[in-house]
């Protein structure tokens, strides 16, 4: 590729080209890990992450072009827009791995995802009780026992986003695709049962403290 501004030989897809320091669009198919010069992976090293997010983010802020012509506008606030996904998506350690199965396919941050992601029946009649055990506690406004249930519904959440971040990473190892795939799905849409349920939990603690 080369640089749309002094046609520069670009060896990789930099923010800015490092001759004449034009921004650069984003390129086709770019990812929340390629904006920030990562690898897909289930760790990140947070403060790099913290460094290189400011840093590109300086580079491109629109604020600096905003007397720079329209197509340069442009591509400063698309690399911004990318860069803010990235840094409030793979900072998060559940966020990061939906993104993870979303990048194989498998989206469970839309809002059809229930209907995508076949879960076991009793699962499912599991959340049920849970949720009407709940809402009993909130008709009795009794906060407390809603929030013992909160804490061990934290706990189940930990251990499904640990066994979603097991699978991933045999995923992007390359080992047991369909079988790593499935596990992670599996996992990580348990991980969506259990925070919607926290935060109904957190929705009760508010509303009762008004």
Do not use: I
């Not at 790099?48 to 442009?74: C, I, N």
């Not at 925070?195 to 009760?204: K, P, Q, S």
């Amino acid at each position: 590729m080369e640089c749309w501004n002094c046609q520069s030989e670009l060896t990789a897809a930099p923010v800015v080209c490092p001759r004449c320091g034009k921004v650069q669009p984003v390129p086709p198919g770019a990812t929340l890990f390629d904006a920030l010069g990562l690898a897909p992976s289930v760790e990140v090293d947070l403060p790099a992450v913290e460094r290189t997010y400011r840093e590109r983010s300086l580079l491109v802020h629109p604020d600096r072009f905003a007397t720079a012509q329209a197509r340069e506008r442009r591509f400063a606030l698309e690399q911004t827009t990318l860069l803010n996904d990235a840094y409030r998506t793979l900072r998060d350690r559940a966020a990061r791995a939906f993104y993870l199965l979303k990048l194989h396919g498998q989206d469970l941050t839309r809002e059809d995802a229930g209907a995508q992601r076949a879960m076991p029946h009793a699962f499912l009649e599991e959340v049920m009780a849970l949720r009407e055990a709940l809402d009993a506690h909130r008709t009795a406004r009794a906060l407390e026992p809603a929030r013992a249930m909160s804490e061990d519904v934290g706990r189940r959440r930990t251990a499904a986003l640990e066994e979603a971040e097991r699978a991933l990473g045999e995923l992007l190892r390359g080992g047991g695709q369909a079988s790593a795939l499935d596990a992670a799905s599996q996992a990580l849409a348990r991980v969506r049962y259990f925070t919607r349920f926290l935060e109904e939990v957190e929705a009760m603690e508010e509303a009762l403290a008004e």
